[in-house]
């Protein structure tokens, strides 16, 4: 440890009625309320900026902004001046060199790695609209979001480069590649010595809080994934106190993410969130699961928060380990599937930390959960967090009484609370779709308690969630359906101990392969699927049928498999 990270080392907030954080520019001494919406706001200049100014000024102490480690025992440490210098450069790498502007789209599918930060950061400068993915998707996967996003811009690593190269001349609005490798690519800019060049001084976009900032992709049940649009307000959000008493960060924080950066967790967990508290991020480059690098980590290093999925949380409580007594650890949130009260128990008592449940969808990011403190009530995901006003609701809009069954619906009229993504990007159906009453409707099933606690019951469609991804079935069906063995498929959500739920397809076989091996049958359609697409989408479950219950129209009937797989029929 290079410099101090205690629990008695106090924050830059002097009080907790003091967490917020006063702009720059602008109202420099109003705060933020919970409902507050400032005309412009940059999360760049307004919050990034701020601590640098802070650092400057000697009024933060030596924590860095970014710590990123791997195996290697590579470490990079970045101040917020560092962070203020490299991200403004990485603007001018954009929009100087890469002829990027304001409201472009850039692909961002990198690893964690500490430029995925700098492009983030760059692209709010510049107002650029950045589009996270996950690394383990596919050439179609790369070629359906640039192609109905009409990216002008992609920026990934040299593993990714040759699936985008294969897809890029079907692609007609793409007109920029970045790389970021140690190595040159024929027809890609090379990011890291551009950034090494590149002047550091730019002026930030002076944004307004409902100009786009970010697309997130997200899994339907019919079709394929659709760009929930979030607006700068996304990151103001982060700065209210509501959402700051969530995790009551200090400028002593070290908190670390696990999300993969292709979520809108790690754009709230890894970035905003941490930042707007002026605490430290800190990143494991974790190329792959491993429980065992997780646990070393919390050993290693200063981590005093952490956010993860319920499935990392409970895979690492399946091993035997001799100690989880991490030395820093004070707080751990669980969030993108549902929680046991049994994990929180056990995680309690093997780790001697509280688990609290978070909620939130790539629509709306944290909407709701257990702020740090409140009571816990094991099972439950906790209580809206304003700006948000959550109801159970019946399909028409109507709020329905504590207790009873129904959707996740979040307050949309007459106002529209900030946070809350602006659209599905050129989609008005879907968009107007999932609007119910003065209501967006989650799509989540749960009920609430007299005293506001929500409880989670499962999705109201077809999608499923396996250890925190949301998968469309349509979109394995359609990858199942490229292989000859498959005549049909329908692919629903299974129960599972782990994972929670896991993909399961019911497939029909096509004559020719009625008479081969089942077992090898079901391995050669899981690495098919692991090859086409993201591999976490691939089917863990197989069972070979001779027909799927359809309706009198033809429609597959999912809900009844489904129900099946749950022992509900
Ligand atoms: O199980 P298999 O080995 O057959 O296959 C696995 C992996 O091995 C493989 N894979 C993973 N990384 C790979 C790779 N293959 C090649 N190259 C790589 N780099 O892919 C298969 C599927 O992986 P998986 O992710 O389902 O399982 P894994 O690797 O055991 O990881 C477990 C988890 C829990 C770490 C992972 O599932 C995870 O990170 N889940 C959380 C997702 C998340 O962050 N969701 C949040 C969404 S946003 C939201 O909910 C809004 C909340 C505000």
């Given at each position: 440890?290079?410099?101090?990270?205690?629990?008695?080392?106090?924050?830059f907030?002097?009080?907790?009625?003091?967490?917020h954080?006063?702009?720059l520019?602008?109202?420099?001494?109003?705060r933020w309320n919970?409902?507050?919406t400032?005309k412009?706001f940059?999360f760049a200049?307004?919050?990034?900026d701020?601590?640098?100014?802070?650092?400057k000024?000697?009024?933060?102490?030596?924590?860095?902004?970014l710590?990123?480690?791997?195996?290697?025992?590579?470490?990079?440490?970045w101040?917020f001046?560092?962070?203020?210098?490299?991200?403004?450069?990485a603007?001018?790498?954009f929009?100087?060199?890469?002829?990027?502007?304001q409201?472009?789209?850039?692909?961002?599918?990198?690893?964690?790695?500490?430029?995925?930060?700098?492009?983030?950061?760059?692209?709010?400068?510049t107002?650029?609209?950045?589009?996270?993915?996950?690394?383990?998707?596919?050439?179609?996967?790369?070629?359906?979001?640039?192609?109905?996003?009409?990216?002008?811009?992609?920026i990934?690593t040299?593993?990714?480069a040759?699936?985008?190269?294969?897809?890029?001349?079907e692609?007609p609005?793409?007109?920029?590649?970045f790389?970021?490798?140690d190595?040159?690519r024929?027809?890609?800019?090379?990011?890291r010595?551009?950034?090494k060049?590149?002047s550091?001084?730019h002026?930030c976009?002076?944004?307004?809080?409902?100009?786009?900032?970010?697309?997130?992709?997200?899994?339907?049940t019919?079709?394929?994934?659709k760009?929930?649009?979030?607006?700068?307000?996304?990151?103001?959000?982060?700065?209210?106190?509501?959402?700051r008493?969530?995790?009551?960060?200090?400028?002593?924080?070290?908190?670390?993410c696990?999300?993969?950066?292709?979520w809108?967790?790690?754009?709230?967990?890894?970035?905003?969130?941490?930042?707007?508290a002026?605490?430290?991020v800190?990143?494991?480059?974790l190329?792959?699961f491993?429980?065992?690098?997780?646990?070393?980590t919390?050993?290693k290093?200063?981590?005093?928060?952490?956010?993860?999925?319920?499935?990392?949380?409970r895979?690492?409580?399946q091993?035997?380990?001799?100690?989880?007594?991490?030395?820093?650890?004070?707080?751990?949130?669980?969030?993108?599937?549902?929680?046991?009260?049994?994990?929180?128990?056990?995680?309690?008592?093997?780790?001697?930390?509280?688990?609290?449940?978070v909620?939130?969808?790539?629509?709306?990011?944290?909407t709701?959960g257990?702020?740090?403190?409140?009571?816990?009530?094991?099972?439950?995901?906790?209580k809206?967090?304003?700006?948000f006003?959550?109801?159970?609701?019946?399909?028409?809009?109507?709020?329905l009484?504590?207790?009873?069954?129904?959707?996740?619906?979040?307050r949309?009229?007459?106002?529209?609370?900030?946070?809350?993504?602006?659209c599905?990007q050129?989609?008005?159906v879907k968009t107007?779709e999932?609007?119910c009453?003065?209501?967006?409707?989650?799509?989540?099933r749960?009920t609430?308690?007299a005293?506001?606690?929500?409880?989670?019951?499962?999705?109201?469609?077809?999608v499923?969630?396996?250890?925190?991804?949301?998968i469309?079935?349509?979109?394995?069906?359609?990858?199942?359906?490229?292989?000859?063995?498959?005549?049909?498929?329908?692919?629903?959500?299974?129960?599972?101990?782990?994972?929670?739920?896991?993909?399961?397809?019911?497939v029909?076989?096509?004559?020719?392969?009625l008479?081969?091996?089942?077992?090898?049958l079901?391995?050669?359609?899981?690495?098919?699927v692991?090859?086409?697409?993201?591999?976490y989408?691939?089917?863990?479950?197989?069972?070979?049928?001779?027909?799927?219950?359809?309706?009198i129209?033809?429609k597959?009937?999912?809900?009844?498999?489904?129900?099946?797989?749950?022992?509900?029929?």
């Amino acid at each position: 440890v290079l410099w101090g990270i205690h629990k008695s080392c106090h924050g830059f907030f002097p009080a907790p009625q003091h967490l917020h954080c006063q702009p720059l520019s602008g109202a420099k001494t109003s705060r933020w309320n919970d409902y507050d919406t400032p005309k412009e706001f940059n999360f760049a200049s307004d919050v990034l900026d701020y601590w640098t100014q802070m650092e400057k000024e000697g009024k933060r102490g030596p924590n860095p902004a970014l710590w990123w480690v791997n195996d290697q025992g590579d470490e990079v440490k970045w101040s917020f001046r560092e962070m203020t210098d490299l991200t403004r450069r990485a603007a001018n790498v954009f929009t100087q060199t890469g002829g990027l502007r304001q409201g472009d789209h850039l692909a961002l599918i990198l690893p964690r790695v500490p430029e995925w930060w700098l492009v983030t950061v760059g692209c709010i400068r510049t107002g650029i609209v950045f589009m996270p993915g996950t690394t383990l998707m596919k050439a179609r996967d790369i070629l359906y979001r640039l192609q109905v996003s009409k990216a002008k811009g992609i920026i990934t690593t040299d593993t990714l480069a040759p699936e985008v190269d294969s897809v890029a001349s079907e692609c007609p609005a793409l007109k920029i590649k970045f790389l970021v490798s140690d190595h040159s690519r024929k027809g890609w800019l090379d990011f890291r010595s551009l950034i090494k060049s590149a002047s550091s001084d730019h002026t930030c976009v002076k944004s307004k809080t409902m100009d786009p900032m970010a697309i997130f992709f997200t899994s339907g049940t019919t079709g394929l994934p659709k760009m929930a649009k979030h607006n700068q307000g996304l990151a103001l959000r982060s700065s209210f106190p509501s959402c700051r008493k969530l995790l009551q960060l200090k400028t002593s924080d070290v908190f670390w993410c696990l999300s993969d950066p292709g979520w809108i967790t790690a754009t709230l967990a890894s970035m905003l969130e941490p930042w707007t508290a002026g605490s430290t991020v800190f990143v494991h480059h974790l190329p792959q699961f491993d429980h065992n690098v997780i646990v070393q980590t919390f050993f290693k290093y200063p981590i005093t928060q952490c956010l993860a999925a319920p499935s990392v949380f409970r895979m690492i409580l399946q091993q035997d380990f001799t100690s989880l007594r991490f030395p820093t650890l004070e707080h751990t949130c669980a969030g993108g599937e549902a929680l046991l009260p049994e994990e929180q128990e056990q995680w309690r008592r093997q780790t001697g930390v509280l688990l609290y449940q978070v909620y939130g969808q790539s629509e709306t990011g944290i909407t709701c959960g257990i702020l740090r403190g409140m009571k816990i009530k094991p099972g439950s995901m906790g209580k809206a967090i304003p700006p948000f006003d959550i109801q159970i609701i019946d399909d028409k809009g109507n709020v329905l009484p504590p207790d009873t069954e129904g959707n996740i619906g979040i307050r949309i009229k007459p106002t529209k609370p900030i946070g809350l993504f602006m659209c599905y990007q050129d989609d008005p159906v879907k968009t107007a779709e999932v609007e119910c009453g003065d209501f967006y409707n989650t799509g989540d099933r749960a009920t609430m308690d007299a005293e506001g606690y929500i409880w989670f019951l499962g999705r109201s469609d077809d999608v499923i969630n396996a250890s925190g991804y949301r998968i469309g079935p349509t979109e394995v069906e359609s990858a199942l359906a490229e292989h000859p063995a498959v005549a049909e498929s329908a692919v629903v959500s299974s129960p599972d101990l782990i994972r929670g739920e896991v993909v399961k397809a019911f497939v029909v076989l096509t004559p020719q392969f009625l008479s081969r091996d089942r077992g090898q049958l079901t391995k050669e359609l899981q690495e098919h699927v692991k090859s086409v697409t993201a591999p976490y989408k691939y089917p863990r479950k197989v069972e070979f049928v001779p027909e799927l219950p359809k309706t009198i129209t033809g429609k597959i009937k999912r809900n009844e498999l489904r129900k099946k797989e749950f022992g509900q029929l």
